[in-house]
């Protein structure tokens, strides 16, 4: 199964009002066996996205290929090997831990004594009689866990799990998941606005913003793009010479009347600026802009926990 | 096969829940004031049922549900089960599993009729109890002397059983509609009020909230006939709105 595509999206749009798209061609590729980190801040379609790749939402434009097949021809083929977690717990909260599980160990066709293992897994195994509305939020959100992964699942999609865990619990569902995924082999598609919280367990990232998909690759990948990120805006009187003088040192582009090199450090623009006013060039304004990618970046680690 | 699996998944659902308790209670509650209307005014019942003891009493029994307590607990019984899903958050798990859209809808419409089941054998059971246990605290009234007639009880609960197929899928339509379980109690109330407001319309075997009293009326002329048009009405109503309310699950947007 290496190197197959566990989860294959092509031009998926969504809109829950006409006019404003949720989700604008997003075209995403999760490999078998990777984790698969969807990081994007609060309401950039990552929710969305899964809701529709589980068949929560009705499709309306694109195509959804889970294991290779489309999705609404399989759906439930495709949903026997895939486990989810979508927003908050849903777990009856009248019943307890173990009925939650056996709820849902007919449908998925488990042995009796798979409740019990996951349970374990999860850490819940001594709860008892005690009903799921009595459960801390970490302890349901837990159980939600067990619940997705009751069946053993080829495909985990997860959306947010560490939402609402102490910082042991994230640790713990963090090395969970890795677990599953090197012992297991279990695909993994998890989502979450916290660029740390990604970057510690996935193999992979794609970062969706405003509904579309701007980054995809590996997690190397991606640490090699946020480097290049940052662009040196120079404005001067007259931007034929500006940009003779400054091309033999740096990789210059232009755009109307501004060129842009890529930021190095403070003290490089300085030099610059040195450099243009000795060639008797009048400098209007040298500034850094973050790319719109960088931007997000900000606003991603901004939320650092 | 997957059809019993997922209706086991419901009827697990319904351990200690509201629903549960509501068709324990409703069975409960006219046969217990029975109990002891008999026990404190035995002047007033003794001969009131002494020709036919059972007959009267169930007939009685099932005229206090049937006007209004039932079509409420019909509108109740629809509104909760669903609502399990929705209080829960649990419509986007039940969605995501390996269950086909049919087996979702039915296998949860057929826990409601199970408990609705659940309730008029309870019930039957309740009645039969507090008529025994009267007559053992006070052997004037003749209970113990006379025999169930079975059959006229059987066909007085199959008919009264049909009667309620129409609010009951028309009450699992709105249910699964609307989140709040206000609105389709609500709704369902209303109507209910409206039927027993309108009875004397010449219209009314047409009217699914005010089928229950047609079919008790019905049982009490003795008209021997198994199904009324009413009763054949109500039918027909269950048909139509399961098979809008299934194409309305099957087909909406968003799901969970």
Redesign the interface.
């Known amino acids: 199964m290496t190197n197959s595509k566990i989860i294959e999206t092509n031009n998926l749009s969504f809109s829950f009002k006409k006019g404003s798209k949720t989700l604008d061609n997003v075209n995403m590729s999760v490999t078998a066996g990777s984790i698969y980190g969807f990081l994007g801040p609060n309401g950039a379609g990552k929710t969305t996205t899964l809701r529709l790749l589980i068949g929560l939402l009705r499709n309306q434009h694109g195509s959804i290929k889970l294991f290779g097949q489309e999705f609404y021809q399989h759906r439930l083929e495709v949903l026997k090997k895939t486990g989810s977690l979508i927003e908050q717990p849903s777990l009856y909260q009248h019943l307890t831990a173990k009925e939650n599980l056996e709820v849902y160990r007919g449908i998925y066709d488990c042995e009796k004594k798979r409740i019990g293992e996951v349970l374990e897994l999860v850490d819940l195994n001594k709860t008892g009689s005690k009903k799921t509305k009595q459960f801390s939020l970490g302890m349901k959100q837990r159980l939600s866990i067990a619940v997705a992964l009751l069946h053993n699942p080829e495909l985990l999609i997860l959306d947010e799990p560490t939402n609402g865990l102490d910082p042991n619990g994230i640790i713990e569902t963090r090395e969970l998941l890795k677990k599953m995924n090197r012992e297991n082999g279990t695909t993994i598609l998890v989502s979450s606005h916290l660029l740390p919280e990604v970057e510690k367990m996935a193999s992979h990232v794609g970062i969706i913003h405003q509904g579309k998909l701007l980054f995809q690759g590996s997690l190397p990948e991606l640490q090699l793009l946020k480097k290049k990120q940052t662009i040196l805006e120079i404005e001067t009187n007259d931007l034929p010479r500006t940009m003779d003088i400054l091309k033999s040192k740096f990789e210059i582009q232009h755009s109307a009347n501004i060129v842009l090199i890529p930021f190095k450090d403070n003290a490089t623009n300085a030099a610059i600026n040195k450099m243009l006013v000795e060639q008797g060039i009048d400098v209007y304004s040298i500034h850094s802009r973050h790319s719109d990618l960088e931007q997000l970046f900000m606003d991603i680690t901004a939320n650092n926990i | 096969m997957n059809f019993i699996?997922?209706t086991?998944?419901e009827l697990?659902?319904t351990?200690?829940?509201a629903a549960f308790w509501l068709s324990v209670l409703g069975a409960l509650f006219i046969p217990a004031i029975f109990f002891l209307m008999y026990y404190f005014k035995p002047e007033v019942f003794i001969p009131m049922l002494k020709e036919d003891p059972w007959r009267i009493h169930f007939i009685r029994g099932w005229q206090s549900l049937s006007a209004f307590l039932l079509p409420m607990f019909i509108i109740l019984i629809c509104s909760l089960i669903p609502q399990?899903e929705f209080?829960?958050?649990?419509?986007?798990?039940v969605?995501?599993?390996?269950?086909?859209y049919g087996n979702i809808f039915f296998s949860k419409f057929l826990t409601i009729h199970l408990m609705i089941l659940f309730c008029f054998l309870l019930f039957t059971l309740f009645m039969i109890f507090s008529a025994l246990l009267v007559n053992l605290f006070n052997n004037k009234f003749s209970f113990s002397d006379n025999s169930i007639d079975f059959a006229a009880l059987f066909k007085l609960i199959f008919k009264t059983y049909v009667s309620i197929l129409g609010i009951s899928a028309i009450q699992y339509w709105l249910s699964l509609r609307f989140k709040n379980f206000i609105a389709p109690i609500g709704i369902g109330l209303g109507f209910l009020i409206t039927s027993l407001i309108i009875m004397q319309w010449e219209h009314i075997f047409k009217v699914p909230y005010a089928f229950p009293i047609l079919t008790l009326s019905s049982a009490m002329n003795n008209a021997g006939k198994w199904l009324e048009n009413h009763e054949l009405n109500s039918i027909g109503y269950f048909v139509v709105f399961t098979f809008i309310a299934f194409l309305d699950l099957k087909?909406?947007?968003?799901?969970?």
Do not use: D, M, Y
Not at chain 2, 87 to 93: A, V
């Open positions: 699996t997922s086991r998944a697990l659902k351990k200690r829940s399990i209080k829960n958050n649990t419509w986007k798990q969605f995501a599993s390996p269950q086909s087909f909406r947007k968003e799901k969970g």
